[in-house]
């Protein structure tokens, strides 16, 4: 069997899967398809003649290709996999219902718990990360204090307060505190009446050390730098993001410029170029991998172990790892390896957006970049302007921007359905920005890798280099105003899992037909394929009476089924204080009635806009206001022309 842990943990997925979503055991019907399997087997065909006629759709002929990659093998592996994976969500799951059970009937809750996470300042409260034993099993919860009251990483407390279990989804398709936390391994929260200090920094381990240099790093960076630059150059080399600007922040997101504020393999990438040009000639090739390896193990533990970062870091240290021992790494294997290392520890991380593009970019690379790089290579530059062919240096130049164009549109081809389902935006000036990026973004990374090192060791050496840091941060802030541009950000609605599968599949087939059609020497899977279309091309045009009055046929059915009046739906919104009320008329005219407000929270922009996007409707045709109190038309305002989007144009209001 060729890579058995890349087919693991496709079963390792799929069980995942259905106890989230599902919630039931597969174990019965895993063990129901083997029994099946078995009985098959020992089954003796009497009819083995062949029908030799040929047939254009016949399941017995084109399943024989599914046996070169599915057989006996592969199937027990994704059925075994399938069924701990599948199990093991179960169980946590039963876990999670019975600690919010247990804790809800509590008035009051005692417990001794040890800080493990950093403090987060919110308007009215502190909150940090403990944890706790409870029936001497290890628990996490965040807690709310106080803001008077300060605690450290490592603290050992004592405290009383009352338990708030995590709100689960209240609106369609709406954001799932539950689920959240479960990706961090928290079983809710509690606020704290009441706080004791029983040993200060009692616990000393290696995620304490780290997270001290960390801190140690922050502090400095912050010393020498002003705010803005300060805060951009924390969240590229750290992903600490806590202190960035809002505007900032959207900036970056509208140019398609938010992954450098996420660490990702692109970071791991240029810490082992960075590594390799200091110390290769000083160390050799074995020595600098090997101290690569160790820098990407510590990276990835003052990161915080992010799932992207930890996607990125495994995968680094296993291309690491084959060159010091002469092997070819096979991408497939460590992807898997670094995936099934990640589910392992908590299976709900299944659930990370950033996980998931991190994982699926990597496959866009792996599976378009060829073909896509081959397509671009084959056009050629007409040099109408000089008598002379194009100069080597700008040949390779023209080259390496057919490259990076190739893995931007690879990615985005891979990225695409999964940004639209959970951040309903799509960007134009994608490739833009990221050949802008390609070109400058590596020197300031490494650069500023460098200044973090040298702002822990010495804060007065690190000055020294502020103004190149400075200069880099501004011109990533300057490419970020590609996101002010016009339809810099397009409101899309959210596709349902059926297109979501059809654009798969489409892009799939183009990509095997251009395969097909490129091999210079097709092999006889190939030639089949071909010989399939020339088939299906010749009764097309011996048919083309029939397929035309069929297509006619068809617009006419879709046409009258819009034409007729469907049901009236009535949606009650949760915005919180207020009310709500969107509303599909029998001939497709939305209304929405009051739009809910609040002081502290933009429900227009986190709540209604994304509710109506999940619903699948990009406009608003009136919006009717009850009243004039803030908490019914406070957020109208998200639907004003002004409004970047400019996707509620069209809106009348009553």
């Known amino acids: 069997m060729k890579r058995p842990i890349f087919v693991a943990i496709i079963g390792y997925i799929l069980g995942i899967i259905v106890g989230l979503y599902l919630h039931i055991s597969i174990v019965p019907f895993c063990i129901i398809l083997i029994a099946m399997y078995m009985i098959h087997k020992n089954i003796n065909y009497t009819n083995n003649q062949r029908n030799n006629k040929l047939k ?29 994976s599948n199990t093991i969500v179960l169980l946590q799951n039963q876990r999670y219902k019975k600690i919010y059970n247990e804790l809800s009937e509590k008035e009051n809750i005692t417990m001794v718990g040890k800080v493990i996470g950093n403090k987060e300042e919110k308007q009215y409260y502190n909150k940090y990360k403990i944890e706790t034993k409870l029936q001497n099993q290890k628990y996490r919860f965040y807690i709310m204090t106080d803001k008077k ?10 405290l009383n307060g009352e338990y708030q279990e995590p ?10 505190y539950s689920e959240y936390l479960k990706q961090l391994k928290i079983y809710g929260t509690i606020k704290c009446s009441k706080i004791e200090m029983i040993n200060q920094k009692a616990d000393i381990n290696i995620f304490k050390f780290t997270n001290e240099i960390s801190n140690k790093m922050i502090q400095n960076t912050k010393k020498v730098l002003d705010e803005e630059t300060s805060s951009i150059l924390l969240g590229l080399i750290l992903g600490y993001k806590t202190d960035i600007d809002g505007n900032t922040q959207e900036n970056f997101r509208n140019a398609s410029m938010a992954h450098l504020l996420a660490v990702s393999g692109m970071h ?3 810490v082992i170029l960075g590594i390799n040009i200091i110390l290769r000639k000083a160390l050799g090739k074995r020595k600098t991998y090997i101290f690569s390896i160790f820098v990407l193990i510590f990276y990835m533990f003052i990161t915080n172990f992010s799932p ?3 996607r990125a870091g495994i995968m680094g240290i296993m291309l690491l790892f084959s060159k010091i021992i002469y092997r070819k790494n096979d991408i497939f294997t460590s992807m898997s390896i670094s995936l099934f290392s990640i589910l392992i520890y908590n299976p709900f991380l299944i659930l990370n957006i950033g996980l998931q593009l991190s994982y699926i970019g990597v496959v866009g690379i792996v599976v378009f970049n060829k073909e896509i790089i081959k397509y671009l290579k084959n056009i050629k530059i007409k040099n109408k302007f000089y008598k002379y062919k194009i100069k080597p240096r700008i040949q390779k130049s023209l080259d390496a921007i057919k490259e990076i164009i190739s893995i931007s549109l690879s990615v985005q081809l891979a990225i695409m359905p999964i940004l639209l389902s959970n951040l309903n935006t799509f960007n134009p000036y994608f ?20 200044f973090i090192i040298l702002a822990l060791i010495n804060v007065n050496i690190a000055s020294l280099f502020s103004k190149i840091i400075t200069l880099g941060i501004k011109i990533l802030i300057y490419i970020s105003n590609l996101g002010k541009m016009p339809f810099s950000k397009i409101y899309v609605p959210t596709p349902s899992l059926f297109l979501i599968i059809l654009y798969y599949l489409t892009i799939g087939t183009i990509l095997y037909m251009c395969k097909v059609y490129s091999a210079k020497k097709p092999n006889i899977t190939q030639i089949r394929v071909r010989n399939l279309i020339a088939i299906i091309k010749m009764k097309i045009r011996n048919n083309r009476q029939k397929i035309r009055k069929i297509f006619v046929i068809i617009i006419l059915a879709i046409i009258a089924i819009n034409l007729i009046p469907q049901s009236l739906k009535i949606y009650f919104i949760d915005v919180g204080q207020g009310d709500a009320t969107f509303i599909v008329t029998p001939h497709n005219k939305t209304i929405l009635i009051d739009g809910g407000g609040s002081k502290d929270f933009d429900v227009g922009k986190n709540t209604l806009l994304p509710y109506l996007l999940d619903r699948g409707y990009s406009s608003i045709d009136y919006l009717i206001p009850s009243h004039f109190d803030n908490d019914h038309i406070g957020r109208f305002a998200i639907f004003d022309a002004r409004n970047k989007s400019k996707k509620y144009h069209n809106r009348k209001t009553i």
């Not at 002929?61 to 990659?69: E, Q």
């Not at 009251?149 to 004592?158: F, P, T, V, W």
Request: net charge positive.
């Open 149 to 158: 009251i300060q605690l450290n990483y490592g603290d050992k407390i004592k």
């Open 56 to 84: 254009m759709f016949s399941i017995k002929r084109y399943f024989r290709y599914l046996k070169i990659f599915i057989n006996a093998k592969v199937i027990a592996l994704v059925l075994i996999s399938a069924m701990v």
């Open 268 to 270: 791991i990438t240029y």
């Open 167 to 176: 709100e689960i989804q209240r609106n369609y398709k709406g954001f799932n």
């Open 308 to 310: 992207s970062v930890t």
């Open 431 to 450: 490739l833009i920005s990221n050949l802008i990026l390609s070109i400058v973004v590596g020197p300031i990374v490494i650069t500023g890798f460098l």
